[in-house]
């Protein structure tokens, strides 16, 4: 992971030649829980984005940057367009989508092709017809297609709703990476001349803490039932470097809302957040590729989605 937070080109000094480079922005939007993670880490070939059954599972937009020789695709993976209750957490995420497609070089609009569209796949589609310039690719990218009873009656009802549509197709994101490389390689060719936005070895802008909170709050998410689960957030407070004979320790909060919520994380005699913290610092280790140590604090934080001081903390609000 990455400190890197700006879109400062990487490379030579401005004025100097060097080798023609071609870029791109890419937004992946849609409804929650169609797969807009799952595709986003197949297309970078790394994880870098959370990915649980439940929706809303991404709130922020995350930026995935794959870089082929001369040519660079920066993707924006964006929060579920959903129909929320009007929180603050719920406004913020919603213009994350909004500002992800202003100015892109494509979009791709991911669907479930498992069921028709509803009315939250029409909300996305009004977004989208109202906010994309006439000169912005729009792709429809019908997933999930291997567990589908029609998929190409869905795909057609999906295209219905956005005429305007370059391109529509079926993959399953999850299990085919073949046609979704097959995706990136058409991305790769379309893109026109310009920067890379980022050096080389970055594969995504995210912090190095941002990330770790993401996969802590992943696998609270998995373990955690019923509506518990969106009222929890995750924040890195410490992170100790591995020194001779001594693993990195990662110190995190996770937030909830009421006291009742903290004894439900925690569970009985610590079990809960037992299985939180193995599942999380097991995902850490696998992509830091080193051992680690991961202290869990669970903290109260009453009515923090409506709390804009408490989303500017998180990263949810500018």
Known sequence: MSDTTNHETAGDAPGAEGPVTRSGFIAIVGKPNVGKSTLLNTLLGVKVAPITPKPQTTRRGVRGIYTSEDRQLVFVDTPGFHKGGGSALDQA???????????????????????????????????????????????????????AKYPEEALQLYKDLAPQARRALAISALNDPKAVYALREDLLDAIQEGPFYFPTDIRSDQSREQWAAELIREAAMIHLREELPYSVAVQVVAWEDAEEGRPSVIAAEIWVEKVGHRRIVIGKGGAMIKEIGKMARKQLEIFLQEKLYLELEVVVRASWREDREALRELGYEP
């Open 93 to 147: 995420m919603h213009r994350e989508v909004r500002d992800a497609i202003v100015d892109v070089d494509a979009v791709l609009w991911v669907v479930d092709l498992r069921r028709p569209p509803n009315d939250e796949d029409k909300s996305v589609a009004r977004l989208l017809g109202s906010s994309l310039g006439p000169a912005t690719p729009l792709i429809i990218v019908g997933n999930k297609v291997d567990a």
